[in-house]
């Protein structure tokens, strides 16, 4: 989820206006205006992309919302296992 002020702050780091941040990236059917929830791709966030390692990284994370700083990830976590299990696998097509 992410704040009106977080989407001003995303959308001018990526150098587009607040209404096209929120055409983009912002889930439609969301019926908040305090907070709102940011799309996912198949693979999880819209905001994680294929680094040069071959793990993803945040292409926002100079100006992740609080929330995000906020998540940790765990073993104890269904996505966090899902995506162990992926790698160990050999079948890592992205995040979450």
Avoid: N
């Avoid at 990284?57 to 992740?64: A, E, S």
């Avoid at 906020?70 to 050999?90: F, H, I, M, N, P």
């Amino acid at each position: 989820m992410v704040t009106p002020a977080e989407v001003d702050a995303i959308a001018a780091k990526l150098g587009i206006s607040h209404q096209d941040f929120m055409d983009l990236y912002v889930d439609p059917d969301w019926p908040g205006t305090r907070y709102f929830l940011l799309r996912h791709g198949q693979d999880g966030c819209v905001f994680l992309v294929p680094g040069g390692t071959g793990e993803y990284v945040c292409r926002i994370h100079d100006h992740k919302p609080v929330i995000c700083r906020q998540w940790a990830a765990s073993k104890q976590k269904t996505e966090c296992r899902a995506g162990l299990d992926r790698e160990r696998l050999g079948h890592a097509h992205g995040p979450g």
